[in-house]
């Protein structure tokens, strides 16, 4: 399995070799990159993978058959790091789901560490600075650089051995189960598809104060945006970031037509096209903001959830853990207004502890 020591497999008999040779690993760290920075749609650009023996890369960008690669890896435990966006990308991208899962950052966090990213932990448990040169390189690129290569290597060459550590003092301060439960929940959550709301995807931060015409002129921008970047394969703030199109749509009603200096003649047309469609809208045409509906707690269920505020953050003093780990804000919010919901709002570890 040496022989694999920093391969990059970018065909089918590779990777059915570098299968067959994971026969007796278990675990197996795995990372990935995406290219959400580069361009409109985020794709599966990379696969880094260590075992016990040897660190690769592979290139899901070939037209490779995982199947195989697939059915191994689910039948192994599954080291990450902040499990949810590699799981989303890998069921995306090559539809692997997982079995078993260890999420180092779970892990961390439970074991009541403050800073609890992959570099951090690195230094901590390794005395190894990580390089931050390729953070927010083009994923997509080929061929890869040696930079590149080299930064994408170390996102799970530490992982196993680090796993093993955290797993160790999870165990040694009984708090094993509740790892086990929380990336559980985690991988149910990465199974989950997150559909946008294309009507409230528009109303986008920064744009609160904005109200009838203004409104019609976001909401056309938006919509001229998402055209734009698809059209272009660029991700959207590349083609106008949100507070130059609330700037924009604010200025337009106001007989302002400043557009960005950036954007290139035939794309400045368009948007000047839109804008004034957008502006001769009727009113019976222009979108209402809908008040946000905060649901006021009664005297009753502010002292509730005061009372649990307190008892959250006194245990999780005594555990030495980030309150939020035990129980979210927002976690003991729902639960004052709906009882019944715990059983969804919390995990059985985190209801035991708070008397619940």
Known sequence: MTDFEGAIISDQAALNAWVAACAQSDPVAVDTEGDSLHCYREKLCL???????????????????????????????????????????????????????????????????????????????????????????????????????????????YLLPMAERIGAQLRELGRWPWFEESCARAVAAASEDRERDPEKAWKVSGSSALRGRALAVLRALWFWREEEAEQADRPTFQILRNEEMVDVAQGATQGRMNLPHHLPTGRRKRLYATLHKALEL???????????????????????????????????????????????????????????????????????????
Request: charged share 25%; aromatic share 6%; net charge positive.
């Open 47 to 157: 696969i880094q993978m260590s075992t016990a023996h040897a660190t690769l890369l592979i290139d899901p960008l070939v037209r490779l058959d995982f199947g195989a690669f697939n059915a191994m890896l689910s039948a192994r435990t599954v080291v990450l790091h902040g499990c949810d966006y590699d799981l989303r990308m890998l069921r995306r991208g090559i539809q692997f789901a997982p079995g078993a899962v260890f999420d180092t950052y779970l892990g961390a966090r439970l074991l009541g560490l403050k800073e609890v990213g992959l570099a951090s932990l690195v230094q901590r448990y390794f005395e190894v600075d990580l390089p931050k040169t390729s953070q927010k390189a083009n994923w997509a690129r080929r061929p890869l650089t040696a930079t590149m290569v080299s930064y994408a290597m170390n996102d799970t060459r």
């Open 282 to 356: 009727p009113e019976n045409a222009w979108p209402q903001r809908e008040p946000v509906a905060r649901a006021r707690h009664t005297p009753e269920q502010e002292k509730r959830f005061e009372d649990l505020r307190q008892q959250r953050d006194r245990i999780a003093s005594e555990l030495e853990l980030d309150p939020g780990v035990l129980a979210p804000r927002q976690a003991l919010e729902r639960l004052v207004r709906e009882p019944e919901s715990v059983d969804a709002v919390l995990m059985g570890w985190q209801r035991r502890l708070l008397g619940l």
